[in-house]
């Protein structure tokens, strides 16, 4: 297990760590010359997710079977959410700087989710997953509405995808990215669960 402090600190300065593998004993640590970002003030999905929304399609939880969306998260082929990643990452939520959104159905069955680490006002959204319509948008969704009640500043995707430009996402400098960083780990932000009702 990757130490609590060592992986903060990393966070702290750009860098976060990525297994080869799912059964990878050690995970290498990684940091990019251009940095994905979601500016929190210019997100957006579809106008059909807002609908999916708007009619509670699904249940939401906030913080709920952290470990269970880590482990749906690293399901699939090809994976970077080594053994060793989900311990330490459980272990940082169980000090309270990680945190996950859980989309159930009408079962009361995961879905879809969303798992980040955050420090000061910066989340790093690390991954999400979707295994029925549209739940992974919507574990975005919700993961913004919860970004922007709590006060954070910095939403970093670590890389840019096509997938991640259409909620907004772009690509910085790693020097513009090291300057919003340390101007966001400098406040304060809180991760809480939301009425997800209204």
């Known amino acids: ?16 760590p990525m297994a ?25 999905v579809s106008s059909n997710v807002r609908r999916i929304v708007r009619n509670h ?6 913080d709920s079977n952290f470990r269970q969306v880590m482990e ?26 990680a945190h996950s959104v859980s989309v159930y ?4 069955e995961l879905v879809g989710g969303q798992y980040g680490v955050s420090l000061g006002a910066v989340f790093f959204g690390e991954s999400l997953f979707g295994w029925a319509k549209e739940a992974s948008k919507v574990a975005l969704y919700w993961t913004h509405q ?30 513009e990215y090291e300057r919003r960083l340390k101007s966001a780990l400098e406040k304060e932000a809180e991760f809480e669960a939301i009425d997800t009702k209204n």
């Not at 297990?1 to 976060?16: C, H, R, S, T, V």
């Not at 080869?20 to 957006?44: C, H, L, M, Q």
């Not at 399609?57 to 906030?62: A, D, L, P, V």
């Not at 709590?150 to 890389?159: V, Y």
């Open 1 to 16: 297990m990757i130490d609590p402090q060592e992986l903060l600190n990393a966070y702290a300065n750009g860098i976060f």
């Open 20 to 44: 080869d593998s799912r059964d990878d004993e050690e995970a290498k640590w990684y940091t990019s010359s251009r940095r994905g970002v979601i500016p929190i003030d210019n997100f957006y």
């Open 57 to 62: 399609h699904y249940h939401i939880k906030f």
């Open 72 to 97: 749906a998260c690293a399901d699939r082929d090809s994976t970077w959410i080594s053994h060793e990643i989900i311990e330490s990452y459980c272990r940082l939520h169980e000090l309270g700087h």
């Open 105 to 108: 159905n009408k079962k009361w």
């Open 146 to 175: 919860a970004l922007k009640q709590g006060g954070f500043e910095l939403w970093d995707t670590q890389f840019w995808t096509e997938h991640l430009a259409q909620f907004g996402c772009i690509e910085i400098p790693a020097e």
